[in-house]
């Protein structure tokens, strides 16, 4: 599976919540992936409810949003965030600039959650550099089904 996410905010998200560590270009691009896998899934669960509603696009409320951040509050880049939403749903679906920046704003959200805990990782372990490990580690304790 390709990354559809630049690293560059992945990183950028990961820092601010990890203020004097140092973060792994590898750490960015596995959270990246994350970011991305789930995006996927929020978007295939809005276009389900689009398609209950008669729909063919996807709006900020499929996505649980009722109040749609600005744009240039967010550090994911709107572009790549679109074509995550449009990885795994049919071709014939819209996805409104709305749609687009809730689900960054969400995506945004998750990563915050995800980077804080990582560094809490990183420190248990006795470290100032935060690794692929750690990100991976908070999904095998936090995020298994």
């Known amino acids: 599976m ?22 792994s270009a590898e750490a960015a691009e596995v959270l990246a992936l994350q970011i991305q ?11 389900d409810k689009a398609t209950e ?8 409320s499929d ?5 749609v951040v600005k744009k240039d509050d967010l550090t994911l880049p709107i572009a790549p965030v679109d074509r995550i939403a449009r990885m795994n749903i049919n071709d014939t679906y819209r996805v409104s600039m709305d749609a687009r920046i809730a689900l960054a704003d969400i ?12 560094a809490i990782l990183a420190d248990h372990a006795g470290r ?15 995020e298994s089904n």
Request: proline share 3%; glycine share 4%; charged share 35%.
């Open 2 to 23: 390709s990354v559809e996410l630049p690293f560059a905010p992945v990183d950028e998200i990961i820092r601010r919540n990890a203020e004097d560590y140092r973060v």
């Open 37 to 47: 896998d789930y995006g996927a899934r929020l978007a295939e669960a809005a276009a």
């Open 53 to 60: 509603d008669g729909r063919k696009t996807l709006m900020a």
């Open 63 to 67: 996505f649980d949003v009722q109040q």
């Open 107 to 118: 995506l945004e959200e998750f990563a915050d959650n995800v980077a804080g805990k990582a």
């Open 128 to 142: 100032k550099t935060i690794k692929a490990a750690d990100i991976e580690t908070y999904f095998e304790l936090f």
